[in-house]
């Protein structure tokens, strides 16, 4: 806990944690080797591939967003790498989004610490120096889709079995203002305000149509695609192009940061109802029994 | 007009007229049966459907308007129902929006009660709880457009004499700020920058191009596509979904809800120019000679 | 300079340079005859022409903004012009945008000079009175896009080698937020994201698909096309039209108004860098070169 309220606190200030600060960590290091989140070696230069590799559904547990803000720290840190592919090491499915155990049963510090990991993670992808690319390969619902929403671009696997969205209104919850804006920003108020009160996912084509994502091709070509349009963005000078980024996504951000501790109270508020509590938990003991 | 400030009050601060407060309501009693609002026996459960009746042409006068609200809460308030279809009594058109002889040779109280029923009409529409779907039977100009627009879903009859959209300058009128917001909240900046200057009123394929309507169907089968897409938001529970209207809208209707009174003498000092007064009671007359 | 200034300031609080004003302009009045920006006889009634004749690419230098300004505030106050289109007359260029050279090598007040004028610029094209319609008979990089994109209407030449956009990243520059927020309010916020950082320069089908233009015609009817969509426009009353666009235009423009002084600044200290300064003249030593 304290450990992340610091990291919170050193990205409020201005100051990254280098690869050495994150690997010193004290007797939580071990907990931030990259059990969850795969860097592999890059094909093309200056560019990093992370793969997601939370199975099975590569859901946002704390610890998955800890390691996953972590790697994109060093990253961001280490002036070999300009730009990152996200992409998923778990067949059929890019991020389920929330993990749902996070929120239920457990006490308000809990829930505080998880919602600031949220929060956080978008906070770092969405204004990332990086070029961030999401190669999606697989179902994207909830939070795995914000991820995405997140990047500064997305291609999509062809597959009529993948589909994007911000479904939280199926699950009984409601998406916080920064998811919202967000997908306002992305495919507009209009297609939001109905997408988001029927918490609808699109396939690919329909994906498409809306703006959801760039482009989507053949599933053996998404991580390729998103390689080489990473080559386009990449032949623009960094300082001018980070400079542009911030200035278009700066005031979204501010929203969240403007609002970050009454949004984290307004999740526990929320979360802890005894009506959503059970909900969750029923809905925790039927994923049970289907696996077995 | 004691009694509009009353009501405005009571909606101001959240307590909302039930059924029996409606029927109370005094010596002004019979005023509010639903001569010009129908409610019709609901075919499908939890849905009433609205059909406008203010011959000919379903002109929003003080009374119409007052109606309409009232009825709204009313369903509002009544548990059984969840959603409401907007429809038409008046064959080929929806609404002709604002009753021009409201404006017209009144005293500036009554420019005041007026333009304040207009906009509790839209703030009560555009934050309704209910599901509210439009069947746009007819032509929708002006503020039959704005209602259009206020509602979650539009149905539009495919003919091409329908025509929708806000023509307040061929009529020498300026749209409020938020009728805009309104436009451009559903068909973005752009578009609504050509389409408030030039009044353009546009045929059901173009409004659905533009996104002004979400569906153009057959006109016999307007109000069955209207039930029928009601189904789909009504398998979303009511609660998650109104939070999550009310997240994506507050900021619109707060934009007017903070400026309402300064608004109010807007509208009358508008309209009671000598130039304003003079072309409406022209207008107004070349009317009167067409009927005759 | 001093001259300049008092334009804005002028502007600033209502009052507006009549004809005789910018021709009285003292010592200064040679500056401002029409040598970079003629006006056309008009064989619209009611219609001005105005091409940039600022050879070989219509650079927007401190005299042509200046002259543009001033040509533009006659027409506003000349009563018997209520529409302008604007067009070139150099071959192939509609504006190559912003002069590199009035950036590089010269002291702070120039910079700071410059800038207004350049703001200035933008604000009596985004706020005109006047209709404005855009004959883009030519390439419109950076401040050209920019003139076209504050314009009413944009008519396009359908000529493969025209190109649109903002690509200020590729010449190391970012561009003002006010830039960004007038191609935001055109096409949107997700292709603005994207178009910016990449710094894209669309071809005429792309541009017209994004909704950058409105249309886009053979070449030898982009004049033509832009005097016929100003017909339509001008059908709609002078007064009602100027209050509706100033309504849906305000709050971008007071953007800008409202941080102009801190706007110079980061402008100044961007520009004032030494590693701009180089690249700059690098970049002004290239362009030399190729012309002998």
Chains 1, 2, 3 share one sequence.
Not at 118 to 127: G, I, R, S, T
Not at 141 to 153: E, H, K, M, T, V
Request: hydrophobic share 45%; charged share 20%.
């Amino acid at each position: 806990m304290a450990l992340a309220a610091g990291r919170a606190m050193l990205m409020r200030s201005g100051v990254r944690l280098g690869t050495q600060a994150a690997a010193r960590g004290g007797n939580g290091a071990r907990r931030f080797m990259n059990h969850r989140v795969v860097v592999e070696p890059n094909t093309v230069p200056g560019v990093a591939v992370i793969k997601f590799k939370n199975p099975p559904v590569n859901s946002l547990t704390l610890e998955f967003l800890t390691e996953f803000v972590i790697c994109l720290e060093k990253l961001e840190n280490d002036k070999t790498f300009r730009g990152v592919v996200l992409t998923s090491d778990c067949p059929g499915i890019f991020s389920a989004g929330l993990d749902l155990r996070e929120m239920c049963g457990k006490n308000p510090a809990h829930y505080a610490e998880y919602w600031r990991a949220v929060q956080e993670m978008w906070l770092k992808v969405y204004l990332s120096n990086l070029v961030l690319v999401a190669a999606i390969n697989g179902t994207s619902p909830a939070g795995g889709c914000l991820i995405a929403l997140s990047c500064d671009y997305r291609v999509l696997a062809d597959n009529p079995r993948y589909r994007m969205g911000l479904n939280e209104t199926l699950l009984g919850l409601v998406v916080p203002f920064w998811f919202k804006d967000t997908l306002v920003n992305t495919i507009g108020h209009r297609a939001s305000e109905r997408a988001l009160q029927l918490g609808l996912l699109f396939p690919p084509a329909e994906a498409l149509q809306l703006g959801m994502v760039d482009q989507v091709v053949p599933e053996d070509q998404v991580q390729s695609t998103a390689l080489s349009v990473m080559t386009q963005w990449l032949a623009i000078p960094d300082h001018v192009r980070q400079l542009t980024k911030n200035m278009i996504r700066k005031a979204t951000a501010d929203h969240l940061i403007k609002h970050q501790e009454a949004d984290i109270q307004n999740f526990i508020n929320f979360i802890s109802r005894d009506s959503i509590q059970k909900s969750l938990q029923v809905y925790l003991e039927n994923l049970k029994q289907k696996k077995h």
